[in-house]
């Protein structure tokens, strides 16, 4: 389980040095919003730190219209404990339910994500003394990731 609380900027960085380098990515409040147009996507990055990994109606909205605008697939990307999965929503036909909390001011239409149905993208890798190695390794472009000076071809 990863304990390194990564924000939406660092996990689009780490998929633009990992996954697809002409990654353009937006900062914008909670999300990060991204682009690819060698792999043709437009989504949304969101980090969950516990829990269900909840969308909202409005931000499926936000992933399908930008995509729409560029003849793209529309992906929703959540940064869980557990990894970084994708949900491909061009494919995906989801379900909202109402959802309110009065003592929040919330009153919106939203859905609960399975894992299951996402694809992993990036893992978490036990075998580093802490996330903070692991995220250093990632965002040095990998070179530490994988390769063992002692292997033998």
């Not at 219209?65 to 990307?77: E, H, P």
């Amino acid at each position: 389980m990863i304990t390194y609380d990564l924000n939406t900027e660092d996990v689009a960085n780490l998929i633009k040095a990992h996954l697809c380098e002409d990654l353009d990515i937006t900062v914008e409040g909670d999300y990060t919003i991204v682009r690819s147009d060698s792999d043709k996507f437009f989504g949304m990055i969101k980090a969950y730190q516990a829990g269900e990994i909840v969308m909202t109606k409005e931000e499926h909205d936000k992933v399908i219209l930008g995509s729409t605008a560029f003849d793209y697939t529309a992906l929703f990307i959540a940064a869980t404990p557990e990894g970084v999965f994708q949900f491909n929503l061009s494919l995906l036909r989801v379900g909202f339910e109402s959802y309110t909390d009065p003592e929040a001011g919330v009153d919106t239409m939203a859905v609960d994500l399975d894992m299951s149905i996402g694809t992993q993208i990036l893992e978490w890798y036990p075998e580093f003394e802490s996330e903070d190695a692991y995220v250093d390794a990632l965002m040095s472009n990998g070179d530490a990731i994988g390769y063992d000076e002692s292997d033998t071809w």
